[in-house]
């Protein structure tokens, strides 16, 4: 079965701290995809960055960047020099290679960021 | 802007009604993806329809089903509706509905807020 876990329920810090959110993941496909999405207080979801199971080169954009290891099975997210406007929930998502799309997320984090 | 909309943006009734959700996907988009986030059991998959077809089915409850429109327009029913399906519900399209390996984008509506009082 395919599983995701985000072991953090909620992380506070202060403005231009770094901080990393963890996610694990569980399945049995050989080919997947990961994803991270952030939710603000608005509401709606925002998609962050998508990872192919073959490509475990770690990527980084601005001042997010994200680490993932097929060896430990996570898809770690760090924002580095935090700010007041990362506060949010942020999820992790699994998919299935064939199929279909249906994302499998996580219970997600959330990040306060304190001014 | 995804390009993906939601009607109603909020809807508050009672136990035991019924309510009808919308979601018109992106121009293009033949799949479309029912979630819903509930404070119990956070974002879950419910159920995906494919050109008119369901393709895939989550833990959606039987007191709700869906079906998507000839136009590709889709619909979520919830009936004999409970305070625990009090809950914000999102629509999501993608272009196909993977007959490949590659994967295929899903663009998230805004989402409908249901408050079951």
């Known amino acids: 079965a395919q599983k995701v876990t985000q072991a953090q329920t909620e992380i506070s810090v202060v403005e231009k701290e770094d901080v990393t959110l963890d996610c694990v993941y569980e399945t049995r496909d050989t080919t997947y995809y990961l994803f991270w999405y952030k939710q603000p207080p608005s509401g709606e979801l925002v998609f962050l960055i998508r990872?192919?199971?073959?490509?475990?080169q770690n990527e980084i954009s601005g001042r997010y960047s994200w680490n993932f290891q097929k060896s430990t099975s996570s898809f770690n997210f760090t924002i580095t020099a935090s700010q007041v406007v990362d506060s949010a929930v942020y999820f992790c998502?699994?998919?299935?290679?064939?199929?279909?799309?249906?994302?499998?997320f996580g219970t997600g984090t959330r990040l306060q960021v304190f001014p | 802007d995804s390009g993906v909309t939601q009607t109603p943006k909020h809807l508050i009734t009672a136990t035991g009604q019924r309510v009808t959700l919308r979601c018109s996907p992106r121009s293009g988009d033949l799949s479309v993806y029912w979630y819903q986030q509930s404070l119990d059991q956070g974002l879950q998959f419910l159920i995906q329809?494919?050109?008119?077809?369901?393709?895939a089915k989550g833990n959606i409850l039987e007191r709700f089903s869906a079906q998507q429109f000839p136009d590709l327009h889709s619909e979520l029913n919830l009936s004999s509706l409970e305070l625990g399906d009090s809950a914000l519900y999102f629509c999501?399209?993608?272009?196909?509905?993977?007959?490949?390996?590659?994967?295929?984008?899903?663009?998230f509506g805004p989402g409908t807020r249901l408050t079951v009082l």
């Open positions: 329809y494919y050109n008119g077809e369901e393709r």
């Open positions: 990872r192919n199971s073959f490509d475990e």
């Open positions: 999501a399209s993608s272009v196909s509905g993977r007959v490949t390996s590659s994967y295929n984008e899903q663009f």
């Open positions: 998502a699994l998919s299935e290679a064939y199929n279909t799309d249906k994302l499998i």
